[in-house]
């Protein structure tokens, strides 16, 4: 199983960007998809997950500027992010947790947010 993020880069605050996860290997439908972040210095946290049925978890910070979502048939998840903010720059992570416990996680992708 592979997982691949896209779409960071570098926004000016109020900006937006949509990230892009692209699973390999395994359908994603029965999973628990997240969006999760760590900025220097910081432990990763979650920034948004979509479990199976589509329903959504935000972190407080994020709720009403971002949106996850899942397109099963492309086997890809995205995270929509409005009204960036500086404390938004970091590495964001995609993951994806099975049935049955196993979680994979994909290399990041750099976001950066300046004032």
């Known amino acids: 199983v592979q997982l691949q993020a896209s779409g960071g880069g570098f926004v000016q605050a109020g900006g937006s960007l949509r990230l892009s996860c692209a699973v390999s290997?395994?359908?994603?439908?029965?999973?628990?998809m997240g969006w999760y972040r760590q900025a220097p210095g910081a432990q990763r946290e979650l920034v948004a997950d979509?479990?199976?049925?589509?329903?959504?978890n935000y972190a407080d910070s994020v709720k009403g500027r971002f949106t996850i979502s899942r397109d099963n048939a492309k086997n890809m998840v995205y995270l929509q992010m409005n009204s960036l903010k500086p404390e938004d720059t970091a590495e964001y992570y995609c993951?994806?947790?099975?049935?049955?416990?196993?979680?994979?996680w994909g290399r990041g992708t750099q976001v950066t947010v300046s004032n």
């Open positions: 979509i479990v199976r049925g589509d329903t959504t």
């Open positions: 993951k994806m947790a099975v049935p049955l416990g196993q979680t994979y």
């Open positions: 290997g395994r359908f994603l439908g029965f999973s628990t």
